[in-house]
């Protein structure tokens, strides 16, 4: 079935350590690719877009992502992690087929950051 | 900054009542959406809405659900009969075709329903 998979359900760091989400959709095609962020008690916010074009994204905050095709992947990254990245990540598909560019959600990853 | 809004916070009712959950999109945004997320769960898309139509919908979107723009800053999403599974947050975005990126959608704060 088509999805947008993240493999960790929770990830725990001590601060300054570095960060890697995993994220990989099975949709073909032409795909729009998006890392949101939610903080505890707030709604969701947009980290990074890919598009088209360099498939090393830069978001706010310090994070990129990295769109290999091949791989059919979309990873976050940062390289030192603070306490306030402490949030649930969602990494999210627009399927080229969806006329009304409906996104598709992971399921998310908690990530918890030790002081 | 605008930003897209959402009424109630959190909303509260009996199962088989019907509830209006109410947003106020971006104001020059001309694609609305709405979506849910079950406790513990994945978001999930449930309408898309253009040009005073659903163009897109999912199989979660079933007769018990209906929405509107009954004028021209609100986009409503009504439940009809809830039921115990309708319990979740409720989030609606919004985005504009003219600028680019016009993919990028944006999420108003949720409602969350709780049906008893």
């Known amino acids: 079935a088509q999805s947008v998979s993240q493999h960790n359900h929770h990830v725990i760091l001590s601060e300054a350590a570095s960060l890697e989400l995993g994220c990989n959709y099975s949709y073909g095609g032409t795909v729009n690719l998006f890392w949101y962020v939610q903080y505890p008690g707030q709604h969701l916010q947009l980290l990074l877009k890919y598009f088209s074009g360099d498939p090393l994204v830069k978001g706010i905050k310090g994070f990129e992502a990295e769109f290999i095709k091949s791989k059919f992947s979309f990873n976050l990254r940062k390289p030192s992690v603070q306490w306030s990245d402490t949030a649930e990540y969602f990494c999210a598909v627009i399927p080229g087929y969806s006329s009304a560019s409906k996104i598709i959600f992971g399921s998310g990853t908690r990530l918890s950051i030790r002081p | 900054e605008p930003e897209v809004t959402q009424t109630p916070s959190h909303q509260v009712t009996q199962m088989g009542q019907e509830v209006i959950l109410r947003c106020v999109p971006i104001?020059?945004?001309?694609?609305f959406y709405w979506y849910r997320q079950i406790l513990g769960q994945k978001v999930e898309f449930l309408v898309s809405?253009?040009?005073?139509?659903?163009?897109?919908k999912s199989e979660i979107f079933d007769d018990q659900f209906s929405v509107e723009r009954p004028d021209g800053s609100n986009f409503t999403l009504k439940i009809r009969s809830t039921k115990l599974e309708d319990s979740a947050m409720y989030f609606c975005?919004?985005?504009?075709?003219?600028?680019?990126?016009?993919?990028?959608?944006?999420f108003g704060p949720g409602t969350r329903l709780t049906v008893l």
């Open positions: 975005a919004s985005r504009t075709l003219r600028e680019a990126p016009y993919n990028e959608q944006f």
């Open positions: 809405f253009y040009n005073n139509e659903i163009s897109e």
């Open positions: 104001s020059n945004h001309l694609y």
